[in-house]
């Protein structure tokens, strides 16, 4: 199993471009979610999803969008890219509460590093 | 709702001396509590995990710790420092039937040799 998968790993923007990263997991989990990673702030939540077709806001969502299609894919755009966005981005998953396995933690993929000049 | 405090943003222990990392939650619920590690340049990583039963958790590489839920705490420890275990680490909870996952700051620990 590959876990989750984030791409790409290093992205360089300018001001007002728009873009997309992709996060696809194969452990068929149900919750998937977004954070961002900055110095001294921990990781916060942008937005998650409960399951295919379902989204809801985190902690930090404004300036970017999801959707959940698929039970694998939860991609994170970002419409007009802005400097104060530059930051890690970590793409996370598990099964959900529901689920027989709720306990286990998240899984996490890898990272995007995003920076925004 | 629930949130994490991690006491300390550094902390340095020399190497064989004993590791603790203090992080406290509040919370009206009795939660699921997690510590990750985070080695540079990568994601983040699983060390242990509280949910029910024993309030003494032991997780990988020597890692254990112990929820304290008179002291809301639930602080990690190692007994003996490797240069391995310099790394970001950071606690997170969650309450029973929320998905959602709050992580405190981090504390970044370096081991001096």
């Known amino acids: 199993n590959a876990g989750v998968t984030q791409t790409p790993k290093f992205q360089v923007l300018k001001t007002g471009q728009s873009m997309t990263l992709q996060c696809a997991q194969d452990m068929n989990h149900e919750y998937m979610s977004w954070y961002r990673q900055d110095p001294g702030m921990g990781l916060r939540l942008i937005h998650y999803?409960?399951?295919?077709?379902?989204?809801d806001q985190g902690e930090v969502p404004n300036g970017y969008n999801v959707s959940r299609s698929t039970t694998e894919d939860f991609p994170l755009r970002l419409l007009s890219a802005a400097p104060s966005q530059t930051s890690v981005y970590f793409c996370?998953?598990?099964?959900?509460?529901?689920?027989?396995?709720?306990?286990?933690?998240?899984?996490f993929g890898s990272g995007t590093r995003l920076t925004v000049v | 709702a629930q949130s994490v405090t991690q006491l300390g943003s550094h902390v340095s222990v020399s190497e064989g001396a004993l590791v603790l990392l203090r992080c406290n939650y509040s919370s009206s619920v009795p939660p699921y509590l997690f510590w990750y590690v985070q080695y540079p340049n990568q994601g983040l990583q699983l060390l242990l995990k509280y949910t029910t039963g024993a309030t003494l958790v032991k997780g990988i590489n020597g890692f254990e710790a112990e929820f304290k839920k008179s002291e809301t705490s639930f602080h990690l420890t190692k007994p003996s420092a490797h240069m391995s275990d310099a790394a970001e680490y950071f606690c997170a909870g969650r309450n029973f039937g929320n998905e959602k996952l709050t992580f405190g700051t981090g504390t970044r620990l370096t081991i001096i040799p």
């Open positions: 999803s409960v399951g295919a077709g379902i989204t």
């Open positions: 996370a998953s598990s099964y959900s509460i529901g689920g027989k396995r709720a306990n286990y933690g998240y899984t």
